[in-house]
């Protein structure tokens, strides 16, 4: 792995963490004041901030480090995270997401902006408060004084990269050789945290010329001594050209925990040992490296006997002797007990937090391909066991049978590797409904319910953008400005509220706000001076709704910024319908209005009615019918030339005939021959699909066709049939509207023949 | 024999970061993403020297670091803080709570190994 990997890594783990610290910013700003929401924001920010300096993101540390010191202040409960501060947070947020993206796709940011942040987010560390609330009757977050981080300087603040060698390289030249005496006393603590007398000695000999004495008149007798105190200190005379700085970094470790004295020997560059009072005690430190000297004579041996008492007597710590063993045993106990809760607690946390795997999605779309195509081999197997065995009882058609339930179960598995939490893209709502409510000026609180609802990742990429343009037009058309609202009785601050929850077999998705909702009026009269409907055309409340989702279809008086980027609600009714869904709207005057999504979970399988038309096979999506009827010659009505009606329970609704629509025959068919499915479009009207007779209901894998060949109008999809046919999904939508009379593109003669 | 380095932090980028570096510079490293994880690998790992991260979910540094001391086995094993928060008050809570030495971020490979070898014969 290299460091561009990692960087990788680095930059999705900034995406997870930009998702934890807005999910937790919005927690806070609900209320919730859980300690460890606090600190998983906090933690999240610190991440960013600590691998962005790794890799020498300077822009994105500076704000990191800003952001991070204001919520240590909240952390700490120096300021209280009210709205306001919540406000301000957001919003930094938000910048601390755009700088992650311009460090990883190059590119600016709002420069400005993210300047006008740090210096808010500085003045809630310095407990001043937010300028929109300046005014408000003191709030608790003014009480505790200043304590925060130091005022850090506008240009940002840059992190002081420490290095040991700093000591060194500094000052080389200017410092001569000067012989230094070192009193280096350790107390038991510096042993207990690890740190080991002999290794401190060692780092210091690397300084240069040393000798050391070796004091050991503070052990007391065998007896009476704790394996765990220290007992020896040691004088050291080290001549070296590095400085006193060089010595102390040295003991940086180690300070808190030993008496240590440095002073200048009498005159530099002399001998030590001549010099010295006292006789240095044979104290080899090279012996620590790992290759023993080769000969040693028998004076040396000694010499090494004495070192490794003395060595032992420091390593007390790592060398914990019998002796100690009787003394410990009770914290031993104790520490036992503490394990033991330790583990429960995280065995408590594992189920909470179950592990997780990140696997390449080509390898999990390869593996959903197969599986498909194992599905379709199954069908073909049971389909021609059943033609060339008619005998039911047999045990190769139990067997086809547990396979069919096995390959369905490995196919639902499989889709849920793919299924996701729409999560992620409700958290990208939440800043949408930010930035449009502050550049409209209206108060907008965006709830949403549902998140964890999950759904195949294929819909959930292509759902972000549709949402986001409703999500835009509910706060820049749905929502009223705060005097309207208050003048209307309601609270000056709007509610969009975002849903999704699971509905027999698929994803519904719905965007509620509390506006002014649909002007009818407003919206007829559009309607007829865009000649979209006739003047004196009557229409049900629904249908009127319906209209907004007509091409070029804008209410808004005047076009804004935010809506009227050339994308109306026609695009992203169609991009819903590409994903197989439906849109719906209905609206209350003064009460607001509600868009209903409903989206398959997955865009790989799709259960179906197989149909025949014209003696093409044919299969129409299960969601999209409502039921199926044999037509009575009695309730079948003409009128007009073509058109004909069927009367279902005392009321009418027009009879397409399929194979009529895509030129599958010249006539149409006589009703009374076929079956009508009954199905429901956009919009919400019926029609009946004459088709000319049932062959079943099954789950097909859904082959695109735009893939493998080209968009065929009134045609979905194609798939394969267990006999190994292949048959098209019918396009129920394209259908009706191609039966209102918009006929479908010629080119349709030439698909249906392939 | 290879020194053997548990590393413990939450962060995906430090973690990988560590391992690359070490694994360069000859440890064999053993991995942990939080102080839980730590103290249950902990024996397994059987480290010649521990470095971890402060800031982190479920178990702390702080924490971790007193677990460790509280264990016979390791409680004198060097415990390097590896952490983005170079003031006094911190370092000092680590060092009370047994740190051995203190690495500070930004990360660089060379401070790292050099502060290891600081701490391990």
């Known amino acids: 792995m290299d460091m561009n990997e990692i960087k990788e890594i680095f930059f999705q783990e900034c995406e997870e963490q930009l998702a934890e610290l807005e999910s937790g910013l919005l927690k806070l700003n609900d209320g919730d004041r859980d300690p460890e929401t606090v600190n998983a924001v906090f933690r999240a920010v610190h991440s960013i901030k600590g691998g962005a300096g790794a890799f020498g993101l300077d822009d994105l540390v500076s704000f990191a480090h800003v952001f991070e010191t204001t919520l240590d202040c909240v952390r700490s409960n120096r300021l209280e995270p009210n709205q306001d501060v919540l406000k301000v947070m957001l919003k930094s947020a938000d910048v601390l997401a755009d700088l992650t993206n311009a460090a990883r796709d190059g590119g600016s940011v709002d420069q400005a902006r993210s300047r006008q942040l740090i210096k808010e987010l500085e003045a809630l560390a310095n407990g001043e408060l937010p300028q929109a609330s300046a005014a408000e009757p003191a709030p608790k977050a003014a009480a505790p004084a200043p304590i925060a981080a130091p005022p850090v300087n506008e240009e940002g603040f840059q992190p002081v990269a420490f290095s040991f060698e700093d000591f060194e390289a500094d000052e080389p030249a200017l410092i001569e050789a000067t012989c230094y005496e070192i009193v280096f006393r350790p107390k038991s603590e510096l042993y207990a945290k690890g740190n080991d007398a002999t290794l401190l000695l060692r780092d210091l000999s690397r300084l240069g010329e040393m000798s050391i004495h070796c004091d050991m008149d503070g052990m007391p007798p065998l007896d009476r001594m704790n394996p765990e105190a220290a007992y020896f200190s040691w004088k050291i005379s080290l001549t070296t050209d590095k400085g006193e700085d060089a010595i102390r970094s040295v003991f940086e470790f180690a300070e808190w925990d030993c008496d240590l004295d440095i002073a200048l020997a009498g005159g530099s560059a002399v001998d030590a040992s001549e010099e010295l009072p006292m006789q240095p005690v044979p104290f080899d430190l090279s012996l620590l490296d790992e290759a023993p000297a080769g000969s040693a004579d028998e004076e040396e041996q000694i010499a090494i006997r004495d070192r490794d008492a003395a060595v032992s007597a420091a390593e007390t710590a790592s060398n914990v002797l019998q002796m100690a063993q009787s003394s410990a045993r009770v914290p031993a106990e104790a520490q036992k007990n503490a394990t033991a809760a330790a583990s429960a607690a995280a065995q408590q946390a594992a189920s909470a937090a179950t592990p997780t795997i990140r696997v390449d999605l080509d390898r999990v779309d390869r593996l959903i391909n197969l599986v498909g195509e194992l599905v379709i081999n199954q069908a073909m197997l049971s389909q021609s066991v059943i033609e060339n065995d008619t005998n039911g009882t047999s045990s190769i058609n139990m067997g086809l049978e547990e396979l069919q339930q096995l390959t369905r179960e490995i196919q639902d598995s499989v889709m849920a590797i793919r299924a996701q939490p729409v999560k992620p893209v409700f958290q990208r709502m939440s800043r949408i409904v930010r930035e449009i409510a502050d550049m409209t000026g209206k108060s907008v609180r965006l709830v949403t319910e549902g998140e964890n609802t999950e759904v195949d990742k294929t819909v959930i990429d292509k759902l972000a953008e549709p949402l986001t343009h409703m999500i835009r037009n509910a706060v820049d058309h749905g929502l009223e400005t705060p005097e309207k609202r208050l003048a209307a009785g309601k609270s000056a601050e709007g509610t969009v509220r975002l849903t999704a929850k699971h509905r027999s077999g698929r994803i519904v998705i719905e965007l509620a706000d509390d506006g002014a909702g649909i002007n009818r009026e407003k919206v007829r009269q559009k309607a007829i001076d865009n000649d979209l409907i006739a003047a004196d055309a009557n229409l049900s409340d629904e249908e009127i709704d319906n209209l907004i989702f007509h091409a070029g279809f804008s209410t808004a008086d005047k076009i804004s910024d935010i809506s009227g980027r050339g994308v109306g609600m026609d695009v992203v009714k169609r991009s819903i319908q590409a994903l197989g869904g439906r849109i719906n709207i209905s609206s209350k005057p003064g009460q607001g209005s509600v868009f209903t999504m409903s989206l398959p979970l997955t865009l790989a399988v799709l259960d179906g009615m197989v149909v025949t038309v014209a003696n093409q096979t044919l299969v129409v999506p299960l969601t999209a019918i409502v039921e199926t009827l044999q037509p009575e010659a009695s309730a079948i009505h003409s009128f007009g030339a073509t058109q004909r009606l069927i009367s279902i329970r005392n009321s009418f609704c027009p009879l397409v005939d399929v194979g009529r629509i895509l030129n599958f025959r010249a006539t149409q068919a006589n009703p009374v021959e076929g079956v009508a499915l009954l199905v429901e479009s956009e919009g919400g009207g019926q029609r009946a699909l004459m088709v000319d007779a049932i062959q079943g209901q099954r789950q097909v894998v859904i082959k695109s066709l735009e893939a493998n060949y080209t968009h065929v109008p009134g045609i979905a999809a194609a798939t394969i049939l267990g006999d190994g046919r292949v048959a098209l999904i019918l396009d129920v939508d394209a259908i009706v509207a191609a039966s209102r009379g918009q006929s479908l593109k010629p080119e349709m003669s030439l698909a249906a023949a392939g | ?121």
């Open chain 2, 1 to 121: 024999m290879k020194k053997r380095v548990l590393t413990v932090d939450d962060s995906r980028t430090i973690r990988n970061m560590l391992l690359v570096t070490l694994n360069n510079a000859g440890f064999e490293t053993i991995q942990a993403e939080d102080g839980v994880e730590g103290l249950e690998v902990l024996e397994e790992a059987n480290p010649d020297v521990i470095v971890t991260d402060i800031n982190m979910p479920r178990l702390d540094g702080f924490g971790f670091i007193e677990g460790v001391r509280k264990n016979d086995r390791y409680r004198a094993v060097p415990i390097l803080v590896l952490t983005t928060e170079s003031d006094a008050e911190k370092k000092n809570r680590a060092r009370q709570a047994g740190a051995t030495g203190w690495i500070v971020k930004p990360f660089d490979p060379t401070k790292l190994i050099d502060a290891i070898e600081r701490v391990t014969a």
